[in-house]
């Protein structure tokens, strides 16, 4: 599911719709036995990127029928705003400590 392209990770998900999007990981994070990721569409010109305003996309790794990886959204809101909350703290940290 993942592809490696210029030094991180790729992900290509469907959406609701059936529409294809590429997501650019950020960061993983796991707690109690749950992996999150928190992702941001991908643009291959940076010139797109710079202009976007996207939000940061968390989504939850569970295992399909197939044992497959599978990145689904996080249904419960106290969950979901409880580590998206994780996610912008480390990002922040992150971004500060590299200044």
């Known amino acids: 599911m ?5 030094g991180g990770d790729l992900f290509t998900l469907l ?12 960061d993983s994070y796991e707690e109690d036995g749950k992996l999150y990721y928190a992702l941001v569409p991908y643009y291959e010109n940076p010139e ?7 939000e940061l996309i968390v989504l939850l790794s569970e295992e399909d029928e197939n044992g497959e990886e599978e990145l689904v959204t996080i249904e419960d809101d106290e969950e979901y705003n ?11 940290e ?5 200044e």
């Open 2 to 6: 993942a592809d490696m392209e210029f």
């Open 15 to 26: 959406d609701e719709e059936g529409k294809e999007q590429t997501f650019e990981l950020l």
């Open 48 to 54: 797109d990127m710079a202009e976007a305003d996207d």
């Open 82 to 92: 409880r580590i998206g909350e994780i996610f912008l703290n480390r990002l922040n």
């Open 94 to 98: 992150f971004y500060d400590s590299e």
